[in-house]
C-alpha cells in the first residue's frame, strides 16, 4: 500500500487543526460556576457533526462519544454510530445540501465558528489549511475553494489571495474533506508528525510550524449570511455569465410549453383540433366582414366615389291610381 503524503488533509487532521484554533478553555473555578464550557475535544467533535448532519451530539451522555471523538484526533479509528462523516448517506446528503441550500450549512458554520473558535487564531487557521492542501500530493492543484461567497480560485493560488473570508473558505474545505477523504485513518502520519506526548497518558501537544510559510492574507471574520442568489454562487458557476433579457424570456417560454403539455396530457389532441376551429370561425367572420365593407353604402363603391346614374334590373314598381293599383313588373333598364 502506498503510504498517505505528510501533510495530508483528512477528516481527523481538520479536526485537529478545529482544536488547534478553540477559544481560550475556562478555568476550573469558572467552570464550576457555570457548568462546563463546551470547549472539551467531545464538544467541538459534537460541533463538526451538526455542521455536517444537522443533528446534536452536545447531549450524549456517557463515554462513548468521548472516545470517539478522541480516536478521531488521534486519527486511530473512524467507525462506529457516533463517526456520521465516512457513511455514504451523511456523504451524499451533504454533497446534495451543499448544492442545493448552502445558506443552511453556512448558518451551522458560522454556529460553530462563533461558539468554539478564536477568530485571532483563525488567521493561522486558514494559513495552516492551505499550506497543508498545497503540501498534500493527494490534493488536486486546480481544485477550486472559495475565497468569498461568490468568488473562488485553485487551491495552488490560494496563497496570492489578497483576502479570504473565513466562513465560505471553511465551509468550501469542510466539502472538499467529505467529498475527498472523510475519515482519520489516512492522516496517522500527518498526526505523529505534528504531536508529541510528555509520557504514556499525557496530553498529546501541537508542534508542528504549518501554516507559517503563508504570507500574511487578510482574513474577514464577518459571519452574516447573505440572502441574495447572486451571493451563493457554488465555485464551479462563479464564472458563469447572467442570461440575457431575450434568452430569460425564450426560456419562460418553453417551460410553460412543457408545463401545458404535461397538465393536458392525452387531451392535447383534441385541445388543438379546438383551437383549429376556432381559428376558422374567426377566419370566416374576417372574410364576411371584409365582404360587407366592400359593398355599397349610401350611393358610394367601395372606392369611396359616389354612383351616379345607376340602373336597376328586375325592379317591381307598383302605382297606385284611384282604387285600382296598377302593377308594372320586370321593368328592364329604368332610369330611376
Same mark, same amino acid.
Given at each position: 500500500?502506498?503510504?498517505?503524503?505528510?501533510?495530508? /488533509?483528512?477528516?481527523?487532521? &481538520?479536526? +485537529?487543526?478545529?482544536? %488547534?484554533?478553540?477559544?481560550?478553555?475556562?478555568?476550573?473555578?469558572?467552570?464550576?460556576? =457555570?457548568?462546563?464550557?463546551?470547549?472539551?475535544?467531545?464538544?467541538?467533535?459534537?460541533?463538526?457533526?451538526?455542521?455536517?448532519?444537522?443533528?446534536?451530539?452536545?447531549?450524549?451522555?456517557?463515554?462513548?462519544?468521548?472516545?470517539?471523538?478522541?480516536?478521531?484526533?488521534?486519527?486511530?479509528?473512524?467507525?462506529?454510530?457516533?463517526?456520521?462523516?465516512?457513511?455514504?448517506?451523511?456523504?451524499?446528503?451533504?454533497?446534495?445540501?451543499?448544492?442545493?441550500?448552502?445558506? $443552511?450549512?453556512?448558518?451551522?458554520?458560522?454556529?460553530?465558528?462563533?461558539?468554539? @473558535?478564536?477568530?485571532?487564531?483563525?488567521?493561522?487557521?486558514?494559513?495552516?489549511?492551505?499550506?497543508?492542501?498545497?503540501?498534500?500530493?493527494?490534493?488536486?492543484?486546480?481544485?477550486? #475553494?472559495?475565497?468569498?461567497?461568490? +468568488? $473562488?480560485?485553485?487551491?495552488?493560488?490560494?496563497?496570492?489571495?489578497?483576502? #479570504?473570508? /473565513?466562513?465560505?473558505?471553511? @465551509?468550501?474545505?469542510?466539502?472538499?474533506?467529505?467529498?475527498?477523504?472523510?475519515? $482519520? %485513518?489516512?492522516?496517522?502520519?500527518?498526526?505523529?508528525?505534528?504531536?508529541?506526548?510528555? =509520557?504514556?497518558?499525557?496530553?498529546?501537544?501541537? !508542534?508542528?510550524?504549518?501554516?507559517?510559510? #503563508?504570507?500574511?492574507? !487578510?482574513?474577514?471574520?464577518?459571519?452574516?449570511?447573505?440572502?441574495?442568489?447572486?451571493?451563493? @454562487?457554488?465555485?464551479?458557476?462563479?464564472?458563469?455569465? %447572467?442570461?440575457?433579457?431575450?434568452?430569460? #424570456?425564450?426560456?419562460?417560454?418553453?417551460?410553460?410549453?412543457?408545463?401545458?403539455?404535461?397538465?393536458?396530457?392525452?387531451?392535447?389532441?383534441? /385541445?388543438?383540433?379546438?383551437?383549429?376551429? !376556432? !381559428?376558422?370561425?374567426?377566419?370566416?367572420?374576417?372574410?364576411?366582414?371584409?365582404?360587407? %365593407?366592400?359593398?355599397?353604402?349610401?350611393?358610394?363603391?367601395?372606392?369611396?366615389?359616389?354612383?351616379?346614374?345607376?340602373?336597376?334590373?328586375?325592379?317591381?314598381?307598383?302605382?297606385?291610381?284611384?282604387?285600382?293599383?296598377?302593377?308594372? +313588373?320586370?321593368?328592364?333598364?329604368?332610369? &330611376?
Amino acid at each position: 500500500m502506498t503510504p498517505n503524503p505528510v501533510p495530508h /488533509l483528512c477528516g481527523g487532521i &481538520l479536526f +485537529d487543526l478545529l482544536l %488547534e484554533a478553540r477559544k481560550p478553555r475556562q478555568k476550573a473555578r469558572n467552570k464550576l460556576n =457555570g457548568g462546563s464550557d463546551g470547549l472539551t475535544i467531545p464538544g467541538v467533535y459534537a460541533g463538526l457533526i451538526y455542521i455536517v448532519t444537522g443533528e446534536d451530539f452536545s447531549s450524549v451522555a456517557g463515554t462513548t462519544l468521548n472516545k470517539c471523538a478522541t480516536n478521531f484526533k488521534k486519527c486511530d479509528d473512524s467507525t462506529g454510530d457516533y463517526v456520521p462523516f465516512t457513511k455514504a448517506a451523511t456523504r451524499s446528503a451533504f454533497q446534495n445540501l451543499y448544492q442545493t441550500n448552502k445558506p $443552511c450549512l453556512l448558518k451551522r458554520t458560522a454556529g460553530f465558528i462563533e461558539r468554539y @473558535l478564536n477568530k485571532d487564531k483563525c488567521v493561522w487557521l486558514v494559513s495552516a489549511l492551505i499550506e497543508t492542501m498545497q503540501k498534500d500530493t493527494s490534493v488536486d492543484g486546480e481544485t477550486l #475553494i472559495a475565497v468569498s461567497h461568490s +468568488d $473562488c480560485i485553485p487551491v495552488k493560488q490560494l496563497h496570492e489571495a489578497q483576502q #479570504i473570508m /473565513l466562513l465560505p473558505f471553511l @465551509l468550501s474545505v469542510i466539502n472538499y474533506v467529505i467529498c475527498n477523504c472523510p475519515d $482519520c %485513518e489516512s492522516g496517522k502520519a500527518t498526526f505523529t508528525a505534528w504531536y508529541s506526548q510528555a =509520557g504514556s497518558n499525557t496530553e498529546w501537544k501541537f !508542534n508542528s510550524d504549518i501554516g507559517s510559510v #503563508i504570507s500574511a492574507i !487578510n482574513i474577514d471574520t464577518d459571519l452574516s449570511v447573505p440572502t441574495t442568489d447572486a451571493s451563493l @454562487l457554488n465555485p464551479a458557476d462563479a464564472t458563469q455569465e %447572467e442570461p440575457t433579457d431575450r434568452e430569460v #424570456i425564450d426560456n419562460a417560454i418553453l417551460n410553460t410549453g412543457r408545463i401545458m403539455a404535461e397538465v393536458f396530457g392525452a387531451a392535447e389532441h383534441q /385541445l388543438a383540433e379546438q383551437i383549429r376551429r !376556432n !381559428n376558422k370561425k374567426a377566419d370566416s367572420s374576417e372574410d364576411e366582414s371584409d365582404s360587407a %365593407e366592400a359593398e355599397v353604402v349610401d350611393g358610394e363603391d367601395p372606392s369611396g366615389a359616389a354612383t351616379v346614374d345607376k340602373k336597376v334590373v328586375h325592379q317591381t314598381i307598383v302605382n297606385q291610381y284611384g282604387d285600382h293599383p296598377v302593377h308594372i +313588373d320586370h321593368v328592364e333598364n329604368l332610369k &330611376l
